[in-house]
């Protein structure tokens, strides 16, 4: 009796800029690897053709390391004129957008391509990200370090405050976005999360003040995945 064969799962182009996962590339995009509702149903996409220019594994690549490329000639306008121009992926309005940037003007014009809604799970471009919020304990700053997101105040002269949201919970790399809807006092989405042994799960993150009065991060409505 002949074995059914595996499934082949397609190569990654990069992470997703909403949830982390991977981008794989699909028949008319390159999409979410968790754009299944059972996986977490998101919903960024990069258009394989955008103005009449089909954009390539490598390209798409580039994009989601926050790189802009190009330029390209061969768009196709609105009114069937050609034009050339560089393509970069950007956030706005909590929409990730394929943006035409215009080298010899400087000017960044909207590409002719869907807009991903992010939701809680925005996340910007590194060079974009200014704010991870405010420390629920005692009111600094909060800056990134190695391993998690703390407060400004750690040091004793500044106080000593211990706050601190770990990177990585369960197998989940939080995502900038993540600690601004955290610190904000707000509840994220549902992810995927692994256990010790190797099962997944799903949950919501939320801060919450323990028994002795110290903040930590907890899982709401965890459900089995």
């Known amino acids: 009796m002949e074995s059914e064969p595996e499934e ?13 996962r991977d981008v794989v590339e699909g028949y008319k995009t390159y999409e979410c690897s968790a754009k299944r509702k059972a996986d977490g149903g998101c919903g960024f996409v990069i258009w394989k053709k955008i ?24 768009f196709i306008s609105k009114k069937k004129k050609r034009f050339s121009a560089s393509l970069r992926l950007v956030c ?3 929409n990730w957008v394929v943006r035409f940037l215009f080298d010899n003007s400087g000017q960044i014009s909207k590409a002719r391509t869907k807009p991903t809604p992010s939701g809680d799970a925005l996340k910007e471009s590194s ?36 706050f601190v949201i770990w990177e990585m919970i369960s197998g989940k790399r939080l995502t900038p976005a993540n600690i601004r809807t955290l610190t904000g006092g707000k509840t994220t989405r549902k992810y995927v999360f ?16 323990n028994p002795s009065g110290r ?11």
Do not use: H
């Not at 082949?8 to 982390?20: D, F, H, K």
């Not at 692994?194 to 003040?209: D, H, I, M, P, S």
């Open 127 to 162: 060079e974009n990200i200014k704010d991870f919020g405010t420390c629920p304990a005692c009111g600094g700053k909060i800056i990134k370090g190695r391993r998690g997101y703390g407060c400004s105040n750690w040091k004793a002269r500044d106080g000593g405050c211990r």
């Open 92 to 94: 706005e309005d909590g």
């Open 194 to 209: 692994k256990t010790q042994n190797g099962g997944k799960f799903r949950a919501k993150l939320k801060l919450e003040k």
């Open 8 to 20: 082949v799962q397609p190569e990654a182009v990069g992470r997703c800029p909403l949830c982390g």
């Open 51 to 74: 103005s009449g220019k089909r954009i390539s594994p490598g390209a798409a690549a580039m994009l989601l390391n926050g790189k802009p490329v190009g330029p390209y000639k061969g």
């Open 215 to 225: 903040w930590e991060t907890v899982m709401l409505e965890r459900e089995n995945y």
